[in-house]
């Protein structure tokens, strides 16, 4: 039997939505089902790697034979990278939440006529942009993701300088892509080398495809 090609490495894979609350009870979230990161977490597994997967509370459950960190908020997230760092590849598969509720209760809002409660709005860190630019402990490979519904290639090119990764895997999700909430994904994946095209397959074939990728480039 061949030696499996990710054996020895550690991969950091983030996956699902962040959960960012509003005051004990209630919470602001998006429907990112976790589908992807699950898959692509299990199809570096199948390849030898260890993998931390750093989820958010997602709707399908974390594959078998990965070390599962489960966290909420997008900070959470931030904190388990770092501790889960050094890796020799990160997946940024989680759809992180691009704001916090500054002004976050501690106890549970009640109504009580005086109005409306007004939300404040914070930025929550950019984990991708993070961990890209880490002056030590980088991880050789950072590989970000990228939903566009037009100018796929342009808009990730333009995504992949800003974040300063490595590559992004750019889904077309587009209306008419079916890509939400579907099975199937489109995927263009961006790099130094510039774009390329996958062909239209399902959301485990883009993972193992994905996985084989960062074993060659290892
Ligand atoms: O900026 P945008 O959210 O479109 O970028 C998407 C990519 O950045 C994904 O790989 C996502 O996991 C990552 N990201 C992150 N932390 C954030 C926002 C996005 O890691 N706060």
């Not at 966290?71 to 940024?92: G, S």
Request: some cysteine; aromatic content about 4%; overall charge negative.
């Amino acid at each position: 039997v061949a030696a499996k090609p990710m054996q020895g490495r550690h991969v950091i894979v983030t996956s699902g939505p962040t959960r960012e609350p509003i005051d004990p009870v209630r919470y602001i979230s998006n429907h990112s089902s976790g589908a992807q990161g699950a898959a692509i977490a299990a199809a570096l597994r199948d390849l030898g790697a260890r993998v931390s997967f750093i989820t958010g509370p997602a709707q399908v459950s974390p594959p078998e034979g990965v070390e599962v960190i489960a966290v909420q908020t997008a900070e959470e997230m931030r904190a388990a990278v770092e501790a889960a760092l050094p890796a020799d590849a990160a997946v940024m598969a989680a759809a992180v939440a691009d704001w916090k509720v500054a002004n976050a209760a501690d106890r549970k809002m009640k109504k009580n006529g005086s109005g409306m409660p007004v939300l404040e709005f914070a930025e929550n860190p950019d984990i991708l942009a993070w961990v890209s630019g880490l002056a030590q402990d980088r991880p050789a490979l950072v590989i970000g993701f990228a939903a566009e519904t037009h100018d796929v290639v342009a808009n990730a090119t333009a995504k992949r300088a800003r974040k300063g990764c490595d590559w992004i895997v750019a889904n077309d999700v587009s209306p008419e892509s079916g890509t939400f909430g579907g099975a199937e994904n489109t995927v263009t994946l961006i790099s130094a080398d510039g774009a390329e095209d996958w062909p239209r397959m399902g959301k485990d074939a883009v993972a193992r495809r994905l996985a084989a990728r960062i074993a060659e480039a290892l």
